[in-house]
Nanobody
Framework: QVQLVESGGGLVQPGGSLRLSCAAS????????IHWFRQAPGKEREGVSC????????YYADSVKGRFTISTDIAKNTVYLQMNSLKPEDTAVYYC????????????????WGQGTQVTVSS
């Protein structure tokens, strides 16, 4: 059973930075694609970023491109989302997700999700 635990969220001022962590257990991430999603109150879930750990390719939503960076520490079995130049519109609950068959760009929801971590960007 895959278990994902997000951490690193919090309250930050506009222009600030946070680094989110997604720690995985029950799976080795080497050949998995890992997604970051976010959902703000009253809004649809949005795909933020994805990393294909078999080839290292990354994906970013246009809204975060140039500000966010996704990476994987294989030794720690952890995926990170470094978020810089944060804006109030980045406020949301952030989730990481994966399964053995998902890939970056998939239209199907991954099976395994973390509990989410709240990011609030406000003056």
């Amino acid at each position: 059973q895959v278990q994902l635990v997000e951490s690193g969220g919090g309250l930050v001022q506009p222009g600030g930075s946070l680094r989110l962590s997604c720690a995985a257990s029950g799976v080795t991430l080497n050949y998995y694609a890992i997604h970051w999603f976010r959902q703000a109150p009253g809004k649809e879930r949005e795909g933020v970023s994805c990393i294909s750990n078999d080839d290292g390719k990354t994906y970013y939503a246009d809204s975060v491109k140039g500000r966010f960076t996704i990476s994987t520490d294989i030794a720690k079995n952890t995926v990170y989302l470094q978020m810089n130049s944060l804006k109030p519109e980045d406020t949301a609950v952030y989730y990481c997700a994966t399964d053995p068959y998902t890939y970056c760009g998939s239209t199907y929801s991954p099976d395994s999700w973390g509990q989410g971590t709240q990011v609030t960007v406000s003056s």
